[in-house]
């Protein structure tokens, strides 16, 4: 139970930092630059909300209300898909790619600062294993 708080603990305190810094440099909510980030990597800059919903820590209505507030805003807009009429995607829009560009340095700053960085390669490596042995068969992303 010690390790499950700690890592409960280190995941709350590591994620409220890494908010609290792409708020007050670029007024990016961490959830937003997650969701930027994985439209960003996917083939053609797009993903079906499906696919979105599973690759991001929001539930499905929670994401519908933020890919309305990013269309708003220009960063994201939405394509109809062609083989299911009832389907859309969710592209990233230039806008939207200047905006995490801008944002990252920032972001992986924090990472390196708030937790890899405190481990050496060796650790790193270990962690990275023992998180993706969580993950098996638990997750449609590891």
Do not use: K, N
């Not at 499905?60 to 009429?85: F, I, Q, Y």
């Not at 389907?87 to 992986?108: D, K, M, N, W, Y």
């Amino acid at each position: 139970m010690v390790a499950w708080r700690r890592f409960l603990r280190a995941h709350a305190v590591v994620t409220r930092s890494l908010e609290g810094e792409l708020l007050a440099e670029h007024g990016l909510p961490l959830a937003t630059y997650d969701v930027l980030v994985q439209l960003v990597e996917a083939p053609q800059r797009r993903l079906r909300m499906s696919e979105l919903a599973e690759q991001v820590l929001l539930s499905r209505s929670g994401l519908t209300r933020m890919v309305d507030r990013l269309e708003r805003d220009g960063l994201v807009r939405r394509e109809a898909c062609a083989d299911d009429a009832r389907g859309q995607f969710t592209v990233i829009t230039g806008a939207g790619v200047e905006r995490l560009r801008a944002a990252s340095p920032t972001h992986l700053r924090g990472i390196a600062e708030h937790a890899v960085g405190r481990f050496d390669e060796d650790e790193a490596r270990v962690l990275a294993g023992l998180l993706g042995r969580m993950l098996e068969d638990l997750s449609p992303t590891s």
